[in-house]
């Protein structure tokens, strides 16, 4: 079976797409700088609010955001996890992924109008890529 790993410094950059609850955010692990897309899984019936994520730079988000990349094309070959934030402290594990059968929507291209903070998201990578990452940076916004 699989072992968990706590991560505590997992941070909110911003929502990509909000269907009235964020389904797809950006993170950043603080302790390395790597950005991650976490995807809300959809169930129902289920107390705690699980994700799927996996480690993205920042070219591909530019992709999506910008409509040349799909959600499930940042997820091919890599290594996923699952996972879930428990007071703000995300408990997660290796997924094993059949890539045909990621749990997202059909619809998986970046829409604009369920991007609240596309305008964030594009500073935040301005910034990223002006060697911040290599700075040690630190967002203030908790994952929260």
Do not use: W
């Amino acid at each position: 079976m699989n072992q968990a790993k706590i991560i505590t410094d997992m941070y909110l950059v911003a929502n990509l797409q909000d269907y009235g609850r964020p389904y797809v955010s950006l993170f950043i692990d603080r302790d390395t700088d790597m950005l991650y897309i976490f995807v809300r899984i959809l169930e129902e019936n289920v107390a705690t609010t699980n994700y799927i994520f996996v480690h993205v730079t920042d070219a591909e988000i530019s992709d999506y955001i910008n409509r040349r990349k799909s959600l499930k094309a940042m997820f091919y070959g890599k290594a996923c996890s699952i996972g879930h934030f428990d007071n703000g402290i995300l408990i997660a594990s290796p997924y094993d992924v059949n890539y045909s059968e990621l749990p997202i929507v059909e619809e998986d291209s970046f829409d604009p109008e369920f991007c609240y903070d596309k305008v964030k998201v594009k500073v935040f990578l301005r910034k990223y890529r002006n060697g911040l990452q290599n700075s040690g940076f630190k967002t203030a916004v908790s994952a929260n």
